[in-house]
């Protein structure tokens, strides 16, 4: 593969001189998360100046369990020294009770660069490298979502407000650009394989009031599935938590089950559906929605799966409130009272993408361990692809 008409060999080369010729002489400080673009990003600056590059895990207080040990030891494996820094109480401080999906977003940025501020000033470091690429910044100049390490971009000048200047060795690439210079750097496969995880990790996870309780049981369900969710035949599959939803319903609710009894074949009363608090994310064109989400309950659930596709077709039609719909899975359960919604996607760009099928037993291995953390009451498989949805729920 070449890379903008160039051979790998040639095109690191390039960047590892680059990067060499911008630096001089001064410290770089590197905030690395175990995803494929940061480490990437790290990586090619250590090769170009070595035991300069300070090397940094954040904690944010919303990483998977057991993340920052495992990923320290794969950085460590590949050559590269890496630090812990625990920054969550600066986090958790500023946004427990926090609701909005942007303003989360944000907060999560300020203290994100204020934590790697301190850190710069402590390493004498002039430079910051990050591993940004094209979609990031396209995505959030385009507002559809704050990204939490766009900033150049946006006009904010790091060295005025933070006192470092920005390195992104990245930002022209695209993701299997940056996967094929990862493969000839001989980075780990566990790395280069990873799914996606966001920046700010579970926070735009524990959809709505983030809620220290509701985080802890995020992280617990999981911890709990992520064998059997890799087991799904996607690119990106995880957990989202919300609080119980309520039951509803509305003209448009009736119009949506008619269609779908149609769609499905099935008659009668037993169709039950939600209307959950929290606002989620979507995409129309090129801009960004915010508004609700619908959850739909019938015993025969296999037979809404089987025929999602018809049924998300449809919903944009007749459900003009909702911009996402999922399937509950599970009778709900009387106590509890947080839900959790299995998200999956097949897409090979991110920009767009599919939900794809689940067998019913695969759902309701995952739903039996979900159900095991006695806070969660339902469980639901999203069935809505991007657009209208968004990957994330935030
Ligand atoms: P959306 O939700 O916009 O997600 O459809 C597209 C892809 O981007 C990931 N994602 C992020 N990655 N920082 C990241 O590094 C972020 O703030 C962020 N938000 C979303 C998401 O997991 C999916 O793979």
Redesign the pocket.
């Known amino acids: 593969m070449k890379i903008y008409d160039k051979e790998i060999h040639e095109y690191v080369d390039e960047l590892v001189n680059s990067i060499r010729k911008v630096v001089e002489d001064s410290n770089v400080l590197a905030a690395v998360s175990g995803?494929i673009d940061s480490t990437v990003a790290a990586y090619l600056t250590w090769l170009a100046i070595g035991d300069r590059v300070k090397a940094y895990i954040i904690n944010t207080g919303f990483m998977r369990e057991d993340e920052v040990e495992t990923t320290k030891a794969l950085l460590e494996n590949m050559g590269l020294p890496v630090k812990v820094y625990d920054a969550s109480d600066a986090f958790y401080s500023s946004l427990l009770g926090k609701k909005d999906a942007e303003e989360k977003?944000k907060i999560f940025r300020e203290i994100f660069y204020e934590t790697l501020a301190k850190l710069a000033k402590d390493e004498n470091a002039q430079y910051l490298v990050q591993g940004t690429i094209a979609p990031?910044w396209i995505?959030t100049v385009g507002k559809?979502?704050t990204?939490?390490?766009v900033l150049a971009q946006l006009g904010i000048k790091t060295e005025e407000k933070y006192g470092f200047s920005l390195l992104e060795p990245l930002a022209n690439l695209y993701k299997d650009q940056v996967r094929a210079i990862a493969n000839y750097l001989k980075v780990p496969k566990e790395i280069i394989e990873r799914q996606?995880?966001?920046?700010?990790g579970l926070l735009?996870r524990c959809v709505g009031e983030v809620e220290l309780d509701k985080l802890k049981a995020l992280r617990n369900v999981t911890a709990l599935c992520q064998d059997l969710l890799m087991k799904i035949d996607a690119s990106?599959s995880f957990l989202a938590i919300f609080r119980k939803p309520r039951m509803t319903t509305s003209k448009e609710i009736s119009d949506f089950i008619k269609e779908i009894k149609n769609i499905v074949g099935i008659g009668g009363r037993g169709f039950k559906t939600f209307e959950f608090y929290e606002n989620v994310?979507g995409v129309k064109g090129d801009s960004r929605e915010y508004s609700k989400m619908l959850g739909i309950y019938h015993k025969e659930s296999e037979l809404l799966l089987k025929h999602k596709d018809e049924i998300v077709k449809m919903f944009p039609k007749v459900l003009k409130s909702y911009i996402r719909v999922a399937v509950l899975v599970s009778e709900p359960r009387p106590a509890g009272k947080y839900a959790v919604s299995i998200r999956a996607v097949k897409t090979s760009d991110?920009m767009t993408?599919s939900v794809p099928e689940v067998s019913i037993d695969l759902l309701q291995q995952i739903v039996e361990q979900i159900m095991k953390d006695i806070r969660i009451t339902q469980v639901y498989y999203d069935i809505t692809p991007?657009p209208p949805a968004?990957?994330?729920y935030e």
């Open positions: 995803g977003r990031d995505e559809i979502k990204q939490h390490n996606p995880f966001p920046g700010p735009v990106q994310t991110f993408a991007k968004t990957i994330e």
